[in-house]
């Protein structure tokens, strides 16, 4: 087991959410299923049975998914960083992600349940951070200008084509 988790709270979807993530990552996995008891039905207003959390697995990444009610909703504050090694798979995950959500800028958007990710290139920290300002610059430059993230776009601003 990992030694830090992330934790999504769901109102009810947390099944339908993760079925959906598997579904877009291939190399994942439900690892335990856990459900209400007598015990936390009277406090989370869940029934007794149904499904309470989720602890699975995306690319050798845990997360848990909760089914925890309307007290907490998902905002941007938090998003999960998907580093891409080609443009085809930077397009398909913008497309499956962002399908029924919303598509931001810079590479984020919302999925259909709330959660927020970055559909970002790999070399994309390697792009914008380093000793050459100017370069930098012309990146970012060219990555404010994008929703879905380009990489053509961004290596030639790198190389200052």
Same mark, same amino acid.
């Given at each position: 087991?990992?030694?830090?988790?992330?934790?999504?709270?769901?109102?009810?979807?947390?099944?339908?959410?993760?079925?959906?993530? /598997?579904? @877009?990552?291939?190399? =994942?996995?439900?690892? *335990?299923?856990?459900?209400?008891? %007598?015990?936390? +039905?009277?406090?989370?207003?869940?029934?007794?049975?149904?499904?309470?959390?989720?602890?699975?697995?995306?690319?050798?990444?845990?997360?848990?998914?909760?089914?925890?009610?309307?007290?907490?909703?998902?905002?941007?504050?938090?998003? /999960?960083? @998907?580093?891409?090694? =080609?443009?085809?798979? *930077?397009?398909?995950?913008?497309? %499956?992600?962002? +399908?029924?959500?919303?598509?931001?800028?810079?590479?984020?958007?919302?999925?259909?349940?709330?959660?927020?990710?970055?559909?970002?290139?790999?070399?994309?920290?390697?792009?914008?951070?380093?000793?050459?300002?100017?370069?930098?610059?012309?990146?970012?430059?060219?990555?404010?200008?994008?929703?879905?993230?380009?990489?053509?776009?961004?290596?030639?601003?790198?190389?200052?084509?």
């Amino acid at each position: 087991m990992q030694k830090i988790i992330t934790h999504i709270w769901f109102n009810d979807q947390a099944e339908q959410a993760v079925e959906f993530y /598997l579904s @877009v990552f291939s190399n =994942s996995r439900v690892l *335990i299923t856990s459900y209400y008891g %007598q015990a936390s +039905e009277q406090v989370s207003g869940r029934a007794a049975g149904s499904v309470m959390s989720i602890h699975f697995e995306l690319e050798g990444q845990e997360f848990i998914a909760l089914n925890g009610g309307p007290h907490f909703t998902l905002n941007p504050a938090i998003s /999960l960083v @998907v580093n891409c090694d =080609s443009q085809a798979e *930077i397009d398909r995950l913008w497309q %499956q992600l962002g +399908e029924g959500g919303q598509h931001l800028q810079c590479g984020w958007l919302t999925d259909r349940f709330g959660l927020s990710w970055q559909i970002i290139p790999s070399d994309v920290v390697r792009f914008m951070l380093g000793p050459d300002n100017a370069r930098n610059e012309r990146v970012m430059q060219a990555l404010l200008k994008m929703q879905k993230l380009d990489i053509a776009v961004l290596k030639a601003a790198y190389h200052n084509h």
